[in-house]
């Protein structure tokens, strides 16, 4: 069964850094495009970073140059390293199938991963 379990998330202070995994199993052999998403409390889900099988990234401007996306084909699993975290990246972070170049999961996707948390303190 195809399921997608994130890790990583934790607490840290301002400035500090964290890196999440997600172990996406088939999705990335099925999806060229792979995503990080995230929600924070009484907020929408947001994308904020993607990758397609190429290698090519795209980013939410309020995270770009603080946090970098990767994949290992190899593992299935994709990356987030995230630096000079700041409290309002307080989410609770996922990764899901991208509908490539918009920052959107694709369209009817249900299967959200438990996700992992982040809480930044200032």
């Known amino acids: 069964q195809a399921q997608l379990v994130e890790s990583g998330g934790g607490s840290v202070q301002a400035g500090g850094s964290l890196t999440l995994s997600c172990a996406a199993g088939i999705y990335m052999q099925r999806f060229a495009c792979m995503a990080w998403f995230r929600q924070a409390p009484g907020g929408k889900r947001e994308g904020i970073a993607s990758?397609?099988?190429?290698?090519?990234?795209d980013y939410k401007d309020s995270v770009k140059g603080r946090f970098a996306i990767s994949r290992d084909n190899a593992k299935n699993t994709l990356y987030l390293q995230m630096n000079s975290l700041k409290p309002e990246d307080t989410a609770m972070y996922y990764c899901?199938?991208?509908?490539?170049?918009?920052?959107?999961?694709?369209?009817?996707?249900?299967?959200w991963g438990q996700g992992t948390q982040v809480t930044v303190s200032s």
């Open positions: 990758i397609d099988d190429g290698g090519k990234e």
């Open positions: 899901a199938p991208e509908s490539c170049g918009d920052l959107r999961v694709i369209t009817g996707f249900r299967e």
